[in-house]
């Protein structure tokens, strides 16, 4: 689904990614490791078109895409959950799965039974400010509408930041219900190890804007991974 040639990205003079080359394929979860300051954010940002990207291909279900806007590649079937979740706080939870409406024709404007199968609390709460949510029920609200749109690719950027155990719990059934679907890849940027290495397919692990090991889950030991995430 997503495929990854020698993409870089700047901030500024700085050179951020150097040269990232990965895929993610379709059904499956693909996590992107590292320690902090490595990239990773920049890596989804680029991906996403929240920060061009310098150079360098991507291709997402076999079309090359130029450097687009955020809101071009969501039409695109892309939809990023961002670090920080970025909700709007004065909007309703419904109101704010509606914004996903945007990217579907009119036929399509009402929100899916599957999403409050996914997220009960997010149908109890639907009237509610979203401002007034725990920070848990936010990020459920996150991945909600970013599900609105039908995504073919979903970008999870940390997902379990901040977040109760039991959300954290929540938030992994629905990514493993998701991928064993097949609709769509994830990729999946997270920093707590033990989630993310149950939920993997395979790994990209990233040290100073360079991708220094990368393969399916199955060819790669726990010890290796856990050596490249660590400082």
């Known amino acids: 689904m997503l495929k990854l040639t020698d993409l ?27 320690t902090n300051g490595v990239g990773k954010t920049s890596l989804i940002k680029a991906i996403s078109g929240t920060h061009p990207r310098s150079g360098g291909d991507v291709e997402l279900g076999g079309e090359t ?13 892309v939809a990023y959950v961002p670090q920080g979740r970025e909700i709007f706080p004065l909007l309703t939870v419904r109101e704010n799965l509606e914004t996903g409406f945007v990217c579907l024709p009119p036929s399509e404007h009402f929100i899916p039974d599957e ?24 990020q459920q609200l996150a991945i909600a509408r970013a599900l609105i749109t039908k995504p073919r690719l979903l970008l999870l950027d940390e997902p379990t ?22 609709n769509m890849a994830i990729v999946l940027v997270e920093q707590y190890f033990e989630f993310a290495y149950d939920l993997a397919d395979s790994f990209v692990v990233l040290r100073r804007g360079e991708v220094m090991l990368a393969g399916p889950k199955a060819s790669l030991s726990k010890q290796a991974v856990l050596k490249g995430v660590s400082v």
Request: with cysteine; hydrophobic share 35%; proline share 3%.
């Open 8 to 34: 870089t990205l700047h901030y500024g003079h700085s050179k951020i990614l150097k040269g990232i080359s990965m895929e993610a394929a379709q059904g499956e979860v693909t996590c992107v490791m590292g």
């Open 65 to 77: 895409l130029g450097v687009l806007p955020a809101h071009r590649l969501a039409h695109k079937g």
């Open 115 to 138: 999403i409050f199968e996914l997220f009960p609390v997010l149908e109890e709460m639907q009237n509610r400010r979203c401002g007034d949510l725990s920070g848990g029920q936010q």
């Open 161 to 182: 930041e901040g977040i109760q155990p039991n959300i954290i719990q929540q938030i992994g059934e629905v990514i493993r219900l998701l991928r064993d679907q097949g």
